[in-house]
Protein backbone atom coordinates (compact mmCIF):
# COMPACT_ATOMS: atom_id res chain seq x y z
CA UNK A 1 0.00 0.00 0.00
CA UNK A 2 2.83 2.24 0.91
CA UNK A 3 3.82 1.39 -2.90
CA UNK A 4 0.80 2.43 -4.10
CA UNK A 5 0.40 6.14 -2.41
CA UNK A 6 4.17 6.72 -3.62
CA UNK A 7 3.27 5.84 -7.38
CA UNK A 8 0.16 7.90 -6.98
CA UNK A 9 2.48 10.95 -5.64
CA UNK A 10 4.84 10.12 -8.62
CA UNK A 11 2.64 10.35 -10.99
CA UNK A 12 0.02 13.03 -10.18
CA UNK A 13 -0.25 16.38 -7.85
CA UNK A 14 -3.16 16.39 -5.66
CA UNK A 15 -4.84 20.16 -5.72
CA UNK A 16 -7.63 21.81 -3.62
CA UNK A 17 -10.95 19.86 -2.99
CA UNK A 18 -13.75 20.44 -5.45
CA UNK A 19 -16.31 18.97 -3.71
CA UNK A 20 -17.59 16.15 -1.63
CA UNK A 21 -20.82 13.97 -0.19
CA UNK A 22 -21.96 10.89 0.21
CA UNK A 23 -19.79 9.50 -2.93
CA UNK A 24 -16.59 10.47 -1.79
CA UNK A 25 -14.57 13.60 -1.84
CA UNK A 26 -13.15 15.13 -5.51
CA UNK A 27 -10.27 16.76 -5.62
CA UNK A 28 -8.46 18.79 -8.62
CA UNK A 29 -5.14 17.44 -9.73
CA UNK A 30 -2.69 17.37 -12.16
CA UNK A 31 -0.82 14.77 -14.58
CA UNK A 32 2.78 15.51 -13.68
CA UNK A 33 3.88 13.79 -16.93
CA UNK A 34 2.11 16.38 -19.14
CA UNK A 35 0.24 18.82 -16.84
CA UNK A 36 -3.18 17.72 -18.11
CA UNK A 37 -6.05 18.57 -15.61
CA UNK A 38 -7.82 15.62 -13.63
CA UNK A 39 -10.03 15.11 -10.84
CA UNK A 40 -8.47 12.95 -8.01
CA UNK A 41 -11.67 11.02 -6.25
CA UNK A 42 -10.77 9.54 -2.92
CA UNK A 43 -13.49 6.58 -1.62
CA UNK A 44 -12.85 5.73 1.57
CA UNK A 45 -13.09 1.93 2.12
CA UNK A 46 -16.32 1.57 4.62
CA UNK A 47 -18.52 3.66 2.25
CA UNK A 48 -18.44 1.30 -0.49
CA UNK A 49 -21.91 -0.48 -0.42
CA UNK A 50 -21.37 -2.65 -3.81
CA UNK A 51 -17.97 -4.05 -4.60
CA UNK A 52 -16.75 -6.16 -7.70
CA UNK A 53 -14.15 -8.00 -9.32
CA UNK A 54 -12.45 -6.78 -12.09
CA UNK A 55 -10.61 -9.82 -14.56
CA UNK A 56 -7.68 -10.26 -12.87
CA UNK A 57 -10.02 -11.00 -9.66
CA UNK A 58 -9.08 -8.16 -7.97
CA UNK A 59 -11.81 -6.96 -5.30
CA UNK A 60 -12.90 -3.07 -6.15
CA UNK A 61 -15.78 -0.97 -5.33
CA UNK A 62 -18.37 -1.39 -8.34
CA UNK A 63 -17.32 2.10 -9.48
CA UNK A 64 -14.36 0.69 -10.95
CA UNK A 65 -16.15 -2.43 -12.42
CA UNK A 66 -17.72 -0.70 -14.63
CA UNK A 67 -15.87 2.87 -15.43
CA UNK A 68 -13.41 0.13 -16.36
CA UNK A 69 -15.87 -1.69 -18.65
CA UNK A 70 -16.87 1.33 -20.44
CA UNK A 71 -12.99 2.62 -21.28
CA UNK A 72 -13.24 5.23 -23.94
CA UNK A 73 -16.08 3.71 -25.62
CA UNK A 74 -18.32 6.33 -24.45
CA UNK A 75 -17.62 10.01 -25.17
CA UNK A 76 -20.37 10.92 -22.53
CA UNK A 77 -19.08 9.44 -19.49
CA UNK A 78 -15.86 10.71 -18.06
CA UNK A 79 -12.75 8.03 -18.51
CA UNK A 80 -10.93 6.87 -15.21
CA UNK A 81 -7.47 7.03 -15.93
CA UNK A 82 -6.06 5.48 -13.04
CA UNK A 83 -6.65 3.95 -9.77
CA UNK A 84 -4.42 3.12 -6.85
CA UNK A 85 -5.41 1.31 -3.92
CA UNK A 86 -4.62 2.46 -0.51
CA UNK A 87 -5.02 0.90 3.17
CA UNK A 88 -8.09 2.71 4.00
CA UNK A 89 -9.35 4.07 0.70
CA UNK A 90 -9.48 4.02 -3.20
CA UNK A 91 -8.13 7.06 -5.14
CA UNK A 92 -9.63 7.12 -8.42
CA UNK A 93 -8.28 9.66 -11.01
CA UNK A 94 -10.43 10.74 -13.80
CA UNK A 95 -10.12 13.10 -16.31
CA UNK A 96 -11.34 16.26 -15.59
CA UNK A 97 -12.67 17.89 -19.16
Partial sequence: AAGQRKKLQELYQLGPQLGSG???TV???TRLS???PVAIKRVVRESVLQWGELPDGTRVPMEIVLLEK???GCRNIIQLLDW???PECFMLVMERP
Fill in 34 to 36: DGS
Fill in 84 to 86: FEL
Fill in 70 to 72: VGS
Fill in 27 to 29: FSG
Fill in 22 to 24: GFG
